[in-house]
Each structure stands twice: as structure tokens, then as C-alpha cells.
């Protein structure tokens, strides 16, 4: 079992930018494959980006791409989300997730463990 909690949440003007982390607990976290996703006030929960366990793999929504970096540091358990040029429409919660397969990373349907999620307001 695998314990999520993200962090690194808050307000920032739009062209701003915020790194969340994601930190989880136990020994397993290496072999886990990991997404961040987001939620809007009103709309379904939506993918933002990817990395493989051994973070050789990563995807990104096309809404993100260009502008968000996703990595991961095994030794400290830890996921980061960089988020650059941020926009109003990035507002949200965004919650970090993990999986045991790589198949299906895009699908939140897909992943067994959550965390609480972080708010990110980006004011126009």
C-alpha cells in the first residue's frame, strides 16, 4: 500500500509559476508508476501528466505540454509537477496517484492510490 500526499499548492498570477511534490511513504514507491491530475470546480477529474517508475517514460496532456514538467526522485520518495506559464484555466486540485502498470496512465480509472489533492488558483 502506498500513502500520497501532495504539497506546493497555492495562488500565483497567470505567467507564474509552482512546483508541487508529491511525497509517499514506504519502501514501494520505485516500483510504482505515477500521474498528476487535476479537477476544476464542476468538471471531471482530468490528466494532467506521467512518469514511469524508473522515470524513462513520461506523457502530458497536450494542454500541459511545453509548459509542466513532470520527474521523480526514487531516493526520497518522492514525484514533482513543475508548472510553468501557468494559466486561469489550470486552476484546480490536482492530485497525485500511483499504479502498479504502465498501461492506461492517462485513466484515472486506472490508478489504486490517491492523495488529498492541492489547491492551484492562477489569477488572471
Known amino acids: 500500500q502506498v500513502q500520497l500526499v501532495e504539497s506546493g499548492g497555492g495562488l500565483v498570477q497567470a505567467g507564474g509559476s509552482l512546483r508541487l511534490s508529491c511525497a509517499a511513504n514506504g519502501r514501494t514507491f520505485r516500483g510504482y508508476h505515477m500521474g498528476w491530475f487535476r479537477q476544476a470546480p464542476g468538471k471531471e477529474r482530468e490528466f494532467v501528466a506521467a512518469i514511469s517508475d524508473s522515470a524513462v517514460r513520461t506523457v502530458y496532456a497536450d494542454s500541459v505540454k511545453g509548459r509542466f514538467t513532470i520527474s521523480r526522485d526514487n531516493n526520497k520518495n518522492t514525484m514533482y509537477l513543475q508548472m510553468n506559464s501557468l494559466k486561469s484555466e489550470d486552476t484546480g486540485v490536482y492530485y497525485c496517484?500511483?499504479?502498479?502498470?504502465?498501461?492506461?496512465?492517462?485513466?484515472?480509472?486506472?490508478?489504486?492510490?490517491w492523495g488529498q489533492g492541492t489547491q492551484v488558483t492562477v489569477s488572471s
Open positions: 496517484a500511483a499504479k502498479a502498470w504502465w498501461n492506461g496512465m492517462t485513466s484515472r480509472d486506472e490508478y489504486r492510490y
